[in-house]
C-alpha cells in the first residue's frame, strides 16, 4: 500500500509487534526497512519521517493477515 504518513506512531510499533510475517516499508530510493526490526523502528523511521523528500513510500505485509493490526494508522497516498 502506498502511505504519505503514519497517524499514530506509538500505536504502529505496538501493531507491528502483533504482525506474524514481514512487514516492510520501502522508500522511492529502494531503501527496504524491515519493521519487525526494533532498531530499525527507531532510527529508520525517523530517518524516514524526518526527511521532507519522501512525500511517500509502500508498506508491504507478506503475511496479508497482518494488514489488519496496521491499517488503522496508515495514511494512504493519493495518487
Same mark, same amino acid.
Given at each position: 500500500?502506498?502511505?504519505?504518513s503514519i497517524n499514530n506512531v506509538d500505536a504502529f510499533f505496538k501493531a507491528l509487534d502483533k504482525c506474524k510475517g514481514r512487514v516492510e516499508l520501502i522508500t522511492d530510493e529502494k531503501d527496504? #526497512?524491515? #519493521?519487525a526490526s526494533k532498531l530499525t523502528q527507531f532510527i529508520g523511521l525517523t530517518r524516514v519521517f524526518s526527511n521532507p523528500e519522501i512525500s511517500s513510500y509502500e508498506i508491504v505485509c507478506y503475511n496479508i493477515d497482518d494488514y489488519q493490526y496496521i491499517k488503522e494508522f496508515l495514511v494512504?497516498?493519493?495518487?
Open positions: 500500500m502506498r502511505v504519505k527496504v #526497512l524491515n #519493521l494512504p497516498a493519493e495518487d
